[in-house]
């Protein structure tokens, strides 16, 4: 059984809203032949796509669904982690989830 929504944590949940957007974007042809470098203050997720692995069975799940992103569509996906602070200055710090005023 999937947990609700609001009991996962906030570092997941923008965790899925990026591969949900990623996913939509290979939909949409947007991925192929690219070479993506991913900026976030999620350490957590970081430290797992750089791994490839996680102890966690969702966070694995959004790994694999990462590995077939690039699998799929013939591009890599470079995940780098930077401090929240920076996100806020340069103005991006909402984008992952939905918010594009934020920052």
Known sequence: M???????SSNFKEFENSVKTLEEMG???ELRGYELFYFTDN???EAAAFRGSS???RLFEL????WTLEMK???KIHFI???????????T???SRGNLNEG
Do not use: F, W
């Open 81 to 91: 982690h930077i401090a929240g602070t920076r996100m806020i200055e340069q103005g």
């Open 55 to 57: 102890k966690s069975k």
């Open 27 to 29: 939909e949409r042809n």
């Open 93 to 95: 710090d909402g984008i």
């Open 43 to 45: 350490s957590v997720s």
């Open 73 to 75: 569509y013939g591009c």
């Open 63 to 66: 790994i694999l669904r990462l």
């Open 2 to 8: 999937r947990p609700i929504l609001s009991e996962m």
